[in-house]
């Protein structure tokens, strides 16, 4: 069975501070794994996810196979971080996304 | 990008009817298209998939019966509430994946369709 786990359903951070959300995941294999943010309002969409190793608005998230983990960090919060973030994950057999329960960001200015 | 498509984007019914919701994938073809439901505050869980052309797999626990689900193109899937009850009333949300873009795994979203029974 494959299961995501987001521990902060709520994080606060004021406008540069650095942030993390954290990530735990389960699967018996070699999972996918995604970050998917939701803007108020908006649909979800595609962060990043961890085969591509890039950094999009300054997020960046590295998967540790030993602490199965996929934390999602950022150096310099921004007010426009504010939004509903899920980690998601996907095993090798394909499409069928698992999501953690979301952790809802606030950045106060 | 990959552009997904929902209608309605909210509707409101009277208890026992059915309430038909289509997704439709507008810019490629979608071989798989993915139901989801969110209750308030909380995550997306996976109702079923839908493959063009044969029967949907549903979750543990999704009545198919209630949530009739069609695959008929490459571009449109319908989820068909059926004899709609309160209990139904939630945010459907579909995506469909595009094995041509972005890799194999990645699916995009429609913008959900709220629900509401009375």
């Known amino acids: 069975a494959q299961r995501v786990t987001q521990p902060e359903k709520l994080l606060s951070v004021f406008k540069g501070a650095p942030v993390e959300l954290k990530c735990n995941y389960s699967?018996?294999?070699?999972?996918?794994l995604f970050w998917y943010v939701q803007y108020s309002r908006q649909r979800l969409q595609l962060l990043l996810r961890h085969i591509s190793r890039e950094s999009i608005k300054g997020f960046t998230a590295d998967l540790n196979k030993g602490e199965t983990s996929f934390h999602l960090k950022k150096p310099f919060a921004q007010e426009e971080d504010s939004a509903m973030y899920y980690c998601a994950l996907t095993g090798t057999s394909g499409s069928r996304l698992t999501f953690g329960e979301g952790t809802q960001l606030t950045v106060n200015p | 990008g990959a552009v997904v498509s929902q209608h309605p984007s909210r509707v409101i019914c009277k208890s026992g009817t059915s309430v038909k919701i289509e997704c439709r994938s507008l810019?490629?073809?979608?071989?798989?298209m993915f139901w989801y439901r969110q209750f308030p505050k909380q995550s997306l869980m996976l109702m079923a998939t839908s493959n063009e052309g044969s029967k949907a797999t549903y979750e543990q626990g999704v009545e198919k019966d209630k949530f009739l689900i069609n695959h008929a193109s490459l571009t449109l899937s319908t989820l068909t509430v059926t004899s709609a009850h309160p209990e139904d009333s939630s945010f459907y949300i579909c995506s469909a994946r595009d094995p041509g873009t972005g890799g194999i795994n990645e699916q995009f979203f429609g913008p959900g369709t709220r629900l509401t029974v009375l």
């Open positions: 810019d490629f073809q979608a071989t798989t």
């Open positions: 699967y018996s294999g070699s999972p996918e």
